[in-house]
């Protein structure tokens, strides 16, 4: 019995050994961690020089004020900027050609109408429908309905007489019929040179989107190539940057440009432009009008009072008419109108590249009776050219 009770004893003394055990084990799972260590604070990396890594300042040599040499205040210190340079004056192209030179550029929109004359003279039976269609050709290309009719009367008496015809005989007939239609007897020089005085004057007129002004600083490089001196005149104050474009055609060539302030009087800028010009000695004043107002004023009077004031000095010597050939018969009634109040003398055709309407040539010339002068060939600057019929036909129809 006693035995018995001291293997009880003993196996409870080992559970509780062991239940000891594993709650200690328990225990000692379960604790927080220790808080940690505080981190030894050292001083932040010192900026860097210019040059230098990251490194500890370093002790250097520090002036008081007193050692540092200050300006007396005597001379200010003058940081010079370098001067802006001039733009360079640009040469001209010689206008001696230039529409023979300009000829492929034409042709290319213009010689529809000369392709399709020949192509409808060379059937073999020229019957009334034929010639309708001839003159139907002649009309779309806004040759006008007389002249039309003219034409087509004397080529159909011609080829009846000519008989045979031969490509190179009809290329030869139609050309010798459109130099006569177009007129090869007028006077297109431009009066920029009266034998009494100096300077030539020429009013430049047209309304607003033909290209006026831009022609008229074209027109001022056509004249320094041919050796003269030229004065700009800005009279069209009523248009914003007009004066501004102007002066930078004429800058570009060494015209010299007067001015006035925006929507001012007109005619008072083209009075002081030919009393700079006679001043320097100029060969030509060249005036860019109006051609639209702000005001109520009509342009036709505005026009008419400017020139009326120019003459005070010296006659007005060419007044140039800028027209689209874009524009057609449009065209036509912007002729009669400017005609009925400055005395047209020449016209200006701009955009003649851009279209084959080459017959305007014809159709304004026999409305207000005065030559087409200059043609605007393209946007360049030297692509103003001095009319010459036969140049202008042979681009109509071609090589």
């Known amino acids: 019995m006693d035995i018995v009770i001291l293997a009880v004893v003993i196996a409870v003394v080992v559970i509780g050994a062991l239940g000891g055990l594993i709650v200690g084990s ?10 940690p260590a505080a981190p030894d604070i050292t001083a932040p990396p010192a900026e860097p020089h210019v040059g230098d890594e990251a490194e500890t300042p370093r002790e250097e040599p520090r002036r008081t ?3 540092v040499d200050l300006p007396d205040g005597s001379a200010p210190v003058v940081v010079e900027e370098p001067p802006a340079e001039a733009p360079g004056i640009e040469i001209p192209e010689p206008t001696a050609g230039r529409l023979i030179r300009l000829r492929t550029r034409l042709s290319r929109s213009q010689n529809a109408l ?4 020949l192509t409808l003279l060379s059937r073999e039976h020229l019957d009334e429908d034929t010639w309708e269609e001839i003159e139907d050709t002649l009309l779309t290309a806004d040759v006008g309905v007389q002249p039309t009719q003219e034409l087509v009367e004397r080529l159909r008496e ?9 490509p190179e005989e009809l290329r030869t ?5 459109l130099v006569t239609l177009v007129g090869r007897d007028m006077d297109r020089a431009v009066k920029t040179e009266p034998e009494d005085r100096k300077p030539g004057i020429v009013m430049v007129v047209g309304v607003n989107g033909t290209g006026k002004t ?4 074209k027109l001022a490089r056509v004249l320094v190539a041919d050796g003269q001196s030229v004065v700009l005149g800005a009279a069209d104050t009523f248009r914003a940057a007009a004066a501004d474009q102007l002066q930078t055609w004429g800058e570009r060539v060494g015209a010299h440009t007067v001015r006035g302030p925006e929507g001012g009087d007109p005619a008072s800028v083209a009075f002081d432009a030919v009393k700079e010009g006679k001043e320097m000695g100029a060969n030509v004043v060249l005036i860019d009008t109006a051609g639209r107002l702000h005001t109520k004023t009509g342009l036709m009077d505005e026009l008419g009072k400017v020139k009326r004031v120019v003459e005070k000095q010296a006659p007005v010597d060419e007044v140039l008419l800028v027209l689209d050939a874009t524009t057609g018969q449009n065209g036509l009634v912007q002729a009669r109108v400017f005609s009925e109040v400055v005395d047209i003398t020449g016209i200006v055709l701009t955009k003649l590249d851009g ?22 060939l393209g946007e360049g600057a030297d692509d103003l050219a001095p009319f010459e019929p036969e140049a202008f036909v042979d681009a109509l129809i071609g090589e």
């Open 26 to 35: 328990r225990r000692k799972k379960q604790l927080p961690p220790p808080p």
């Open 65 to 67: 004020i007193e050692e």
């Open 114 to 117: 000369g392709k399709g004359l």
């Open 158 to 166: 011609r080829v009846k007489v000519l008989g045979t015809r031969t």
């Open 173 to 177: 007939l139609l050309r010798e019929e």
């Open 214 to 217: 831009t022609t008229t600083g």
């Open 355 to 376: 279209t084959a309407k080459g017959g305007i040539v014809v159709a304004v010339q026999r409305e207000l009776g005065v030559p087409v002068k200059l043609v605007g």
